[in-house]
């Protein structure tokens, strides 16, 4: 499994935007292009929700309705890292953000089943308020 970090976070006004950041670690080296990588979120009260996904080469990126025309999501492989760049960004957007790396191929039909994801980070908390 690899080891995974996220970080930007923050407390924002509603149009802003943030970009969140995922490091993976294996072994104490930077590793997560053999991943592909999915941004989740769960909000006060509910239950996670997936975001967006790219696959390991970054050839294909799948992203859920509540993200598309906001939410990029992208990678870096020099920096074993995967950004989620968020743009107007609104209150109901507020949660702990997550993400998850799998070693199968992410596709059309389970980009967003949690189940397929092996290693999760801790979180990073967005809070979106005026």
């Known amino acids: 499994q690899v080891q995974l970090v996220e970080s930007g976070g923050g407390l924002v006004q509603p149009g802003s935007s943030l970009r969140l950041s995922c490091t993976g670690f294996?072994?104490?080296?930077?590793?997560?292009?053999?991943?592909?990588v999915g941004w989740f979120r769960q909000a006060p009260g509910k239950g996670r929700e997936a975001i967006a996904s790219?696959?390991?080469?970054?050839?294909?990126?799948y992203y859920a309705d509540v993200g598309k025309g906001r939410f990029t999501i992208s990678r870096e492989s020099a920096e074993s890292t995967v950004h989620l760049q968020m743009n107007n960004l609104k209150p109901d957007d507020t949660a702990a953000y997550f993400c998850?790396?799998?070693?199968?191929?992410?596709?059309?039909?389970?980009?967003?089943?949690?189940?397929?994801?092996?290693?999760w980070g801790q979180g990073t908390q967005v809070t979106v308020s005026s």
């Open positions: 998850a790396a799998r070693s199968s191929m992410a596709g059309a039909g389970d980009w967003d089943d949690e189940a397929k994801y092996d290693s």
């Open positions: 294996r072994f104490d080296r930077f590793e997560l292009d053999a991943y592909a």
């Open positions: 790219v696959s390991k080469s970054a050839g294909r990126r």
